[in-house]
């Protein structure tokens, strides 16, 4: 491990701001397959959330002078992504292209892979019938693991909103998977 490893995201901000823009490939190296799987979740095209990450990697490190020290990163970048994929929701309203599978590497044997499979599927399935306005904040706090406070920050809402439409959002999954069985 280097030593760039060891710094915070905040930390590495400073020295790329200071002049060692090299270190931003750090910030890239930490983040590339976590903003792809949060564009996927909400564009559903995994050629266009590519298209997606890579702007917003862009347009990250050009307003990097203007992100706040005193914040998470991570909720500033992924803030960015949420933006990047919604213009891209926008441009392209009618498209809903099918998710390709996904894959899972196992140790364990091949009937409870394909059951893993299986539910990730009907989860998939579900969450693409529920409206954006409560997939997101479920995708953010149960795929992408984000506290109810970094929600809020990244989709700028109050954090009992983000509660209300997570609460919201369990029940619609619930009635929508029931449906779906």
Same mark, same amino acid.
């Given at each position: ?9 905040? *930390? ?8 060692? @823009? *090299? ?8 983040? @590339? ?20 990450? @890579? *702007? ?27 933006? *990047? ?19 899972? +590497? ?9 059951? +893993? ?60 998977? @029931?449906?779906?069985?």
């Amino acid at each position: 491990m280097n030593d760039s490893e060891k710094l915070s995201d905040e *930390e590495i901000v400073e020295k790329v701001r200071s002049n060692d @823009q *090299e270190l931003y490939s750090v910030i890239v190296e930490r983040y @590339q397959h976590k903003l792809l799987r949060y564009a996927t979740n909400l564009i559903k095209d995994e050629h266009k959330s590519v298209d997606v990450v @890579q *702007e917003s990697f862009i347009k990250a490190f050009v307003n990097l002078n203007s992100f706040d020290a005193g914040k998470k990163f991570s909720s500033w970048i992924y803030r960015i992504v949420h933006n *990047e994929a919604m213009n891209n929701v926008k441009k392209y309203p009618k498209e809903v292209p099918l998710l390709d599978g996904v894959d899972f +590497q196992s140790d364990e044997n091949i009937e409870n892979d394909f059951e +893993q499979k299986e539910t990730v599927a009907r989860v998939e399935k579900c969450l693409r019938e529920m409206p954006l306005l409560y997939s997101e904040p479920l995708t953010l706090l149960s795929i992408e693991e984000k506290s109810y406070t970094e929600i809020s920050d990244i989709l700028r809402i109050p954090m009992g909103t983000v509660a209300t439409r997570i609460r919201r959002a369990k029940i619609l999954m619930k009635h929508i998977c @029931q449906k779906n069985q």
